[in-house]
């Protein structure tokens, strides 16, 4: 088995094994590999390949917008596709003016945002000592128009 296939099987088996959050973690590594490979095609003068690369891109961000929850994700799920639609025109742009740095930058800002999914997919440590176990909400609180102090827990999903 080369280096190849031993890749393959270890995707394979991470995205049967991810929870859904995982997987739009291994969408957004998708992604950005893709514009990497641009960027090396791009430089290399291979405009092919860069075709090749960002096409897969797109696609990657059709998918990532089209799982997307617009009712039970309300704002978040707006922002999100706020984001991949502005993501979509930058790299689209990058393309047209052949600008390694114009995709960087989105390489840049889909890692952060990919970071902030990985945080939402960590598991919470089971609490050890009597302190940790107090509501962690205990400390949010909103300030409604009549000024009275209310606490609040914020879930959503995209």
């Known amino acids: 088995m080369n280096w190849k296939e031993t890749e393959l099987s270890y995707r394979k088996a991470s ?8 997987l739009v973690i291994i969408m957004y590594d ?13 430089q290399a003068g291979d405009v092919e390949k860069r075709s090749a690369e960002l096409k897969h891109a797109f696609l990657v961000l059709l998918q990532l ?3 997307l929850d617009m009712e039970k994700g309300e704002q978040a799920a707006r922002n999100l596709s706020q984001f991949y639609s502005v993501a979509r ?15 960087q930058r989105q390489i840049d800002l889909i890692v952060d945002v990919r970071g ?12 050890s000592t009597a302190h940790e176990t107090e ?10 128009n009549n000024d009275t102090h ?9």
Do not use: F
């Not at 509501?135 to 409604?144: K, M, Y």
């Open 116 to 127: 902030a999914w990985e945080k939402v997919n960590t598991p919470v440590a089971e609490p």
């Open 150 to 158: 209310e606490t609040a827990v914020s879930t959503w999903s995209a």
């Open 65 to 67: 917008e089209g799982s």
């Open 30 to 42: 998708m992604l950005a590999a893709d514009l990497r490979r641009a960027i090396e095609a791009m």
């Open 89 to 103: 025109a930058k790299i689209l742009e990058a393309h047209i003016k052949a600008s390694a740095p114009m995709l």
């Open 135 to 144: 509501d962690p909400a205990r400390d949010i609180q909103v300030v409604s």
């Open 15 to 22: 995205i049967q094994n991810a929870t859904s959050v995982g």
